[in-house]
């Protein structure tokens, strides 16, 4: 467990880079905010958690609790899923809009485009495929 990072993971690799090509701007893992969200866009306050399935008990494939060791694994992940709604509410109490962005979710680039877009709430996407269309 020791070798499995907490930042600069694949899939919120895959997400930034994603969001860099959307034309999107953001800083990284803000030590000032509940959680140390992963994407920051502190004009909007808005920031953006990549969750990895296993890890934060999502209810998906990846995110099933393993067989064996359940009193060691079901304690440890339920306490991951509290930690992640307290840090949510913490945040949003403080005025962010907050977005999860699941591992399994970033394999699907549209559906990921679609809820980044819908997220950070100005169209960014369309505007540009647009404007690269009439060329």
């Given at each position: 467990?020791?070798?499995?990072?907490?930042?600069?993971?694949?899939?919120?690799?895959?997400v930034r880079r994603?969001?860099?090509?959307?034309?999107?701007?953001?800083?990284?893992?803000?030590?000032?905010?509940?959680?140390?969200?992963?994407?920051?866009?502190?004009?909007?306050?808005?920031?953006?958690?990549?969750?990895?399935?296993?890890?934060?008990?999502?209810?998906?494939?990846?995110?099933r609790p393993p067989?064996?060791?359940?009193?060691?694994?079901?304690?440890?992940?339920?306490?991951?899923?509290?930690?992640?709604?307290?840090?949510?509410?913490?945040?949003?109490?403080?005025?962010?809009?907050?977005?999860?962005?699941?591992?399994?979710?970033?394999?699907?680039?549209e559906k990921l485009?679609?809820?980044?877009?819908?997220?950070?709430?100005?169209?960014?996407?369309?505007?540009?495929?647009?404007?690269?269309?009439?060329?």
């Open positions: 467990m020791q070798s499995v990072g907490t930042v600069n993971t694949g899939p919120e690799l895959a994603f969001l860099h090509q959307m034309g999107y701007r953001y800083r990284l893992h803000a030590k000032n905010l509940p959680g140390r969200p992963d994407i920051v866009f502190a004009s909007r306050k808005k920031v953006i958690f990549v969750h990895g399935c296993f890890w934060h008990n999502h209810g998906c494939d990846k995110g067989k064996s060791r359940l009193t060691y694994w079901g304690p440890k992940l339920t306490a991951n899923r509290e930690r992640d709604k307290a840090q949510r509410s913490r945040l949003e109490a403080l005025g962010w809009g907050v977005l999860t962005i699941w591992q399994c979710e970033t394999r699907d680039l485009s679609q809820k980044l877009d819908a997220f950070l709430g100005n169209g960014r996407m369309r505007k540009r495929a647009a404007a690269g269309a009439g060329h």
